[in-house]
């Protein structure tokens, strides 16, 4: 069972605040859209889930598979 | 149950909110400006704006119920609620009952994001400018201190702020909305050029 | 190989006219005709199969989906059934790749095989509505489907059938795309939170389709699955539309048994050439690739290549690989939805990253950096399958991309000169 951050694409308007909350796991690319790199670990995931609500149009998703 | 200390806390955490909800307001046209990268990340605009309307939220709260408990002035718990039947300066108390009401939809609202959807939220959270003129005119109609002239100067730059980076907010939205049109007009060009 | 028959559109449809050769299973008997009268002359009307009993059936030949992605059908059955009550089915006849022909054969020629089998997979999931999805832009298809329909309705009063006719975009057949578009959305892709197969339209379990999936489904339910595995290898039986392109000639729609050798249906001259096969989000094949290589989805997954949805490109002698590809990709960028920051930017960035490459500028790198940036990171996988051509262009013809950086092209015979790339988009 992984958890991972997942974007909604349409919804994304690089704005950037993830990857200010989540360096770790999160980087920008050269237009200023999200790069996320793995999964979220266990000691990640308070940060992640700060990300996700960060996000000003809620693009950021945390899911459980 | 009556006393200058009631009243004194009524009309200090009125004052204190005219200011602190200006600075929410503020706080909010800025978390929407700009992308990471700056020197101040982006995060920290909508999490002080976060925290601080949180914080006015409770000093409202503080604000209501010195005004129902007060017993100098009549004015009925549910009269926080509803904006009817006010004996004390209903006018005015009214516009500030309106406001309460908005504000308790604003923070509902945005305690609950994640699970509204996006469009909805946004919609709601606009009427967060509403809420703060109906609190200034409150103010300024109900308020003791309304005449003078230190309330007067706050409460004009207040105005002045809040009208300022409404402006802007607007002028930012048209700029963006221009943008999306010339890119799209763009697209247009690259698509017949492309061709099958 | 059979001679091949030019089938036009019946009345003042419009285009296109689409060669076709006759084929022994689906493309069976294309001379007489795609009416309902002539298909039933040959085939019954579809049985009444419990669900269970097509799943198996699927299974046991392992019907995959004809629309590109080659998914199993019978899983995908299984999770729309799994899902929910109230199932949807919907047949994909959209063909937004504009250098596929396949589905718009088997509209002018077999619909009701199609639609056979889309009844019979409607039966089974308990749903009555069939929806049918028509391309925006080939009209002649579109007046052809919808005739079939309304044959349809005379024989059968229980199944309703819904038409919907997508926008002429290259991402339009896309399957949440198709959803949003039967929604009366824009029809264009949205994120992807479950597949259609579970949460589709209106929320319901939605089988989505290819229109020769469905085909080949009433196939193996009218001919059983031992006849149907006649055809084919025992790995994987049956046998698939390709569209063959090339030599200047009108692209050519033919049935192909799986397993059957390249060298079978291409030229020498084509086997020895770059091919692009699988479409506009295929990939390339090296010089002289598909001479060791069958029609099979295995084999060529092993050569690095795929399939696709059965087109196959061979170029002309004098045309460049690395030329072709920056128009492919040009022509990709300009039919992005524009919805997602990564696509919206990459490809017309990646565009001009395999123009300057073809023009002479050595900047194959940042063609290949661009590519693994875009993939993955969108609604669709439009940006993923403009990638792949890329880099299977970047992997084949890496002798060919580095002549250009020097300043040749070997395939046109020329210098090149290295301009300035301006930024075009």
């Given at each position: 069972m992984s958890t991972r951050l997942r974007v909604d694409w349409p919804s994304c308007r690089g704005r950037g605040l993830c990857s200010e909350v989540l360096p770790e796991l999160i980087s920008l690319d050269e237009w200023g859209y999200p790069v996320v790199h793995d999964d979220v670990p266990p000691e990640l995931l308070g940060l992640a889930r700060e990300a996700a609500r960060t996000c000003p149009t809620l693009a950021l998703r945390l899911v459980t598979r | 149950m009556t006393g200058p200390f009631l009243w004194y806390a009524n009309r200090g955490t009125g004052v204190v909110l005219l200011v602190l909800l200006t600075v929410t307001a503020l706080l909010g046209v800025l978390a929407t400006h700009g992308a990471a990268g700056g020197r101040?990340?982006?995060?920290?605009?909508q999490a002080v704006h976060r925290t601080l309307s949180l914080t006015c939220a409770a000093l409202l709260l503080?604000?209501?119920?010195?005004?129902?408990?007060?017993?100098?002035?009549?004015?009925?718990?549910?009269?926080?609620?509803?904006?009817?039947?006010?004996?004390?300066?209903?006018?005015?108390?009214g516009l500030g009952t309106v406001a309460f009401d908005l504000v308790l939809v604003v923070v509902a609202t945005s305690l609950l994001r994640a699970r509204l959807p996006h469009r909805a939220w946004r919609t709601l959270h606009v009427s967060a400018y509403a809420c703060w003129a109906l609190s200034v005119a409150h103010g300024l109609g109900i308020g003791t201190d309304a005449g003078s002239p230190w309330a007067r100067r706050t409460g004009l730059v207040c105005v002045a702020a809040v009208a300022l980076a409404g402006a802007a907010r607007l002028a930012g939205l048209g700029l963006t909305r221009w943008r999306r049109a010339r890119a799209t007009a763009a697209d247009a060009l690259l698509v017949t050029g492309g061709g099958r | 190989m059979s001679a091949a028959v030019l089938v036009r559109p019946a009345g003042d449809g419009g285009g296109p006219v689409v060669a076709v050769r006759p084929g022994a299973h689906v493309l069976r008997d294309v001379p007489a005709g795609p009416s309902l009268a002539a298909h039933r002359r040959r085939t019954p009307p579809p049985p009444k199969l419990p669900l269970a009993d097509l799943v198996a059936r699927v299974r046991e030949v392992d019907v995959r989906g004809r629309g590109g992605a080659g998914f199993p059908f019978a899983t995908k059955l299984e999770a729309a059934a799994g899902a929910g009550r109230r199932r949807e089915v919907v047949v994909n006849l959209s063909e937004g790749e504009p250098v596929s022909f396949k589905d718009a054969a088997l509209a002018l020629t077999r619909p009701h095989l199609v639609l056979d089998g889309a009844v019979l997979v409607a039966r089974a999931l308990g749903s009555r509505v069939v929806h049918v999805v028509l391309p925006g832009d080939r009209p002649?298809?579109?007046?052809?489907?919808?005739?079939?329909?309304?044959?349809?309705?005379?024989?059968?009063?229980?199944?309703r059938w819904r038409v919907h006719r997508a926008a002429d975009r290259f991402v339009a057949g896309q399957a949440h795309a198709v959803v949003e578009l039967m929604s009366g959305r824009p029809n264009l892709p949205v994120t992807a939170w479950q597949p259609v197969a579970l949460h589709g339209y209106r929320g319901r379990p939605t089988l989505l389709s290819n229109a020769e999936t469905f085909a080949h489904v009433a196939l193996l339910a009218g001919a059983g699955a031992v006849a149907y595995a006649g055809a084919g290898t025992d790995e994987e039986p049956g046998t698939r539309l390709l569209t063959l392109d090339g030599d200047g000639e009108r692209p050519t729609v033919t049935e192909v048994p799986h397993g059957t050798p390249w060298e079978d249906l291409l030229t020498d001259d084509a086997l020895d050439g770059p091919v692009l096969v699988g479409g506009y989000h295929g990939t390339w094949a090296a010089p002289g690739a598909l001479r060791g290589l069958t029609v099979s989805r295995t084999a060529m997954a092993a050569a690095g290549l795929s399939l696709g949805a059965g087109v196959v490109l061979p170029l002309s002698p004098g045309d460049c690989p690395v030329h072709r590809t920056a128009a492919i990709v040009a022509y990709l960028a300009g039919q992005s939805a524009r919805r997602c920051g990564p696509c919206r930017h990459g490809l017309p960035a990646l565009a001009d990253a395999v123009r300057a490459t073809d023009r002479g500028l050595d900047v194959s790198a940042r063609a290949g950096e661009l590519a693994g940036l875009v993939t993955g990171r969108g609604a669709c996988a439009h940006p993923d399958g403009t990638a792949r051509t890329v880099t299977s262009m970047l992997a084949a013809y890496g002798d060919e991309v580095a002549a250009h950086a020097g300043g040749e092209c070997g395939y046109r015979r020329s210098s090149l000169v290295a301009r300035s790339v301006g930024r075009g988009r």
């Open positions: - | 101040v990340p982006r995060f920290l605009p503080a604000h209501v119920t010195t005004a129902v408990v007060d017993e100098y002035v009549d004015i009925r718990w549910w009269q926080v609620l509803l904006p009817v039947g006010a004996t004390y300066r209903p006018l005015w108390l | 002649g298809v579109a007046a052809a489907v919808r005739r079939a329909v309304d044959e349809r309705g005379r024989e059968d009063r229980r199944t």
